[in-house]
C-alpha cells in the first residue's frame, strides 16, 4: 500500500479549493483521502470544526467571491446578537448575500441579493458580514417573511445588545457594536421593506446599558401593563462595594434581578446573588428576583405586575 503523503503544516485549520492542490503540492488522489474535510462542493479543509458556526464559516470561505458576504442570521450570530434558542443551533444553513450579484447557490447555503450599497465590517474571527445596524433590519425582514420566529421584543433584546456593549469587571462596558442612531439610520436605508412595521415599533424601546436579552424582557413586560419604565444601569453604593440592579425605580428604592438558569447551577453565582441581595437590603432597598417562570404565560406576568404596583403605592 503507497505511504500516503503528509499534508503541509500551513493547511492545518484551514481550507481550500481543490483546483488549488498543485499550489499545496496535492495529488487528485491525496484529495480524496479521508483525512481530508469536504466543507462545501470543491472545497477541503484541514482540521476546521465543521460542527460550529465559524468552522462552516471557514470551510466556506475560499468559494466566496468579493462581494459575497455573510448575512441576515449568520451575520447576527458572528456579531454575537442574542438570538432565540432555536436559531443558535449550528445545524442552520449559512446565510451569503451577493452585493449587488446574483445569489449563491450552493449546499447548506441560503443565498440573498443585497444592494451593493449595503455595508459590510469585518466581524470577530475575520470574516466579512453585513454591518451590525443592517443584519438588525434583516432579522426583521425575516420575521415579517415568516422565515424566522421573531417577534418584537426579540428585536428590541438584539438591538439593545448591539448598543449596550458588554459589563466588564470595574463597571466599564465594552464598545458597542453600533449606536442607536446607527440603527435609526438602517431603518431609513431599509425604508418600506418587508420589516418596517416591527422595526418602526421596536426602534423606540431600545435602551442602553443592557446587561442581557432576559432584562430587556423584564423591561418590556413591566411598561407593557402599564407600569412605569424602570431604569437601567443605576449605581447603589452599598457595604459590599456598588452594585448594579438589573432594573429599579430610584425614588421608591425597588430593585428587580433576574436571575437565570445560570444563577442556580453555577454555586458562585448562587452565593452572589445572596450577598448582592443582602446589600441592596441592608441600605432600605426592596429587592424583587425574577425568573423565567414568572414572565412565561400571561397569568404569570399579571401577577407580577399586580406585585410591583402593590409595592410602588406601599414605597412612594
Sequence with gaps: MPRRIPLPPRLTGTAFR?????????????LRSRDLQRPSHGVRSVGLDLDSLLGRCDG?????????????????????????????????????????GTRMRRDGVVGHELDAGTPVELAPAGLFAVAASATWCHLAEAAAHRTIRFGVDALVAAGDALVSGRRVPGGGRTRPLCSVDDLR????????????????????????????????????????????EPEIG????????????????????????????HHREDVHQWRY?????????????????????????PAARTLLASQIRRSLAVRT
Design 18 to 30: 481543490v483546483d488549488e492542490h498543485r499550489f499545496h503540492g496535492l495529488t487528485p488522489d491525496r
Design 60 to 100: 466556506l470561505r475560499p468559494v466566496l467571491g468579493e462581494r459575497h458576504v455573510f448575512s441576515h442570521v449568520t451575520a447576527a450570530r458572528l456579531w454575537g446578537v442574542p438570538l432565540p434558542r432555536a436559531l443558535e443551533a449550528d445545524a442552520h444553513p449559512l446565510h451569503v448575500s451577493s452585493l449587488g
Design 185 to 228: 439610520q438602517a431603518v431609513i436605508r431599509h425604508g418600506a421593506r418587508r420589516g418596517a412595521r416591527l422595526l418602526a415599533e421596536a426602534l423606540p424601546r431600545i435602551r442602553v446599558g443592557v446587561d442581557a436579552p432576559t432584562e430587556t424582557r423584564l423591561r418590556l413586560a413591566i411598561v407593557d401593563a402599564g407600569l412605569p
Design 234 to 261: 443605576v449605581e447603589v453604593d452599598t457595604p459590599e462595594g456598588t452594585m448594579h440592579p438589573d432594573l429599579c425605580y430610584v425614588a421608591a428604592r425597588i430593585a428587580f434581578e433576574y436571575e437565570g438558569e
Design 273 to 297: 446573588d445572596f450577598v448582592r441581595v443582602r446589600a441592596l437590603q441592608s441600605v432600605g432597598w426592596l429587592v424583587i428576583r425574577v425568573n423565567a417562570d414568572d414572565l412565561a404565560t
